[in-house]
């Protein structure tokens, strides 16, 4: 699909810094992008490279230690520094969540029913019997059978899928303009995570709905991903159309992330998968340089001596970006 329409969600310049006993850690650096209704940008890159703070950032729910300077906008709104009252108001209503693991944000000792209608009352002042009634239409919009019934369930007498389609019914009960996942199929099985995602995808198609796909797994942001980010150590690294990046990755830490990716007939020597040596690193300050670097086959001094902007591969800045001294593109050119 594709998005139309001026962006939802503007973010520019994020940087996320947090206070530790050990100092300062810089966990996002010079963050930017857009999303547009209906579009599914997937923010993607290893454990650690400030993806879910990120996320987070978004609807301010970072912890005190949390030092958030830039810009979040919510079409005219801006969210960076806005009053909590102000942004209580915005989560659930405006921008909403849908974590990893269901069970851990679903409390178990209350009805799948009486947690989603808490929602609409308190957001939309519906009355208990139009907020049941409303509940109902939301689990029969994200495909749980015999919804009537099961909004009198427990948690716990849900599956997994289902109960990740719960969450999903609760975080578009008040029509968010943005849905944040993360890693919302991490701990479902192949088949079902495929139903989640088609899900997920036909939710931003039919209701217009911004969605932010936090993930790891890039087989997940090739089945549903309109735009890919790539971020790595707090920093985006390449970023643009989602088949314009697989086809022709710019960034070696995509090419990595792409490499490592199982596929039938591709293994490394030895019978290992490919992996990308090293670590993220963590940084109590970003570097005047390629952060990549010490892990890059590619880098040499220029990378360790000065930090890459994120440069367009064509003359279109909107489109495909890279910040590296030495695109894989180009040293593809050169070698042919």
């Not at 930017?32 to 996320?55: I, Q």
């Not at 719960?166 to 139903?195: G, H, R």
């Not at 980010?229 to 995509?254: C, I, K, N, S, W």
């Not at 690193?281 to 902007?309: I, K, M, Y």
Request: aromatic share 4%; net charge negative.
């Amino acid at each position: 699909m594709t998005a139309q329409g001026e962006p939802v969600l503007t973010v520019r310049d994020l940087r996320v810094t947090f206070r530790t006993d050990d100092g300062p850690v810089s966990a996002v650096d010079s963050v930017s992008f857009d999303v547009r209704p209906g579009e599914v940008l997937a923010v993607v890159g290893e454990s650690g490279c400030g993806k879910s703070v990120t996320a987070m950032s978004i609807a301010g729910l970072l912890p005190p230690s949390a030092t958030v300077t830039g810009s979040v906008r919510l079409r005219d709104q801006e969210l960076v520094g806005a009053p909590e009252p102000t942004l209580r108001r915005v989560r659930g209503a405006e921008v909403a969540y849908v974590f990893q693991e269901p069970m851990t944000s679903l409390n178990p000792v209350f009805t799948v029913g009486s947690q989603i209608t808490e929602t609409l009352r308190i957001h939309q002042k519906l009355s208990r019997k139009q907020a049941l009634a409303r509940a109902v239409e939301l689990l029969a919009l994200v495909g749980i059978p015999s919804p009537a019934s099961r909004v009198g369930a427990y948690p716990h007498q849900f599956s997994g899928g289902m109960r990740q389609r719960v969450m999903i019914a609760m975080a578009l009960a008040c029509d968010p303009a943005v849905l944040v996942a993360d890693e919302p199929t991490t701990a479902l099985d192949v088949t079902v995570q495929a139903a989640v995602l088609d899900l997920l995808r036909d939710l931003g198609t039919r209701l217009g709905t911004a969605i932010v796909l936090i993930t790891h797994d890039l087989g997940v942001v090739a089945d549903i991903a309109d735009r890919v980010l790539v971020m790595y150590a707090g920093r985006v690294v390449e970023t643009g159309p989602t088949q314009e990046l697989f086809d022709a990755p710019r960034h070696h830490y995509t090419l990595g992330l792409l490499g490592a990716v199982p596929t039938a007939g591709r293994r490394a020597a030895g019978g290992r998968l490919q992996e990308i040596p090293g670590l993220v690193p963590v940084l109590h300050e970003q570097p005047d340089a390629c952060t990549f670097a010490e892990r890059c086959p590619a880098a040499d001094e220029q990378c360790r001596a000065g930090a890459p902007a994120l440069e367009p591969r064509d003359t279109d800045p909107t489109t495909h970006r890279a910040a590296c001294w030495h695109p894989a593109d180009a040293l593809l050119t050169k070698g042919r």
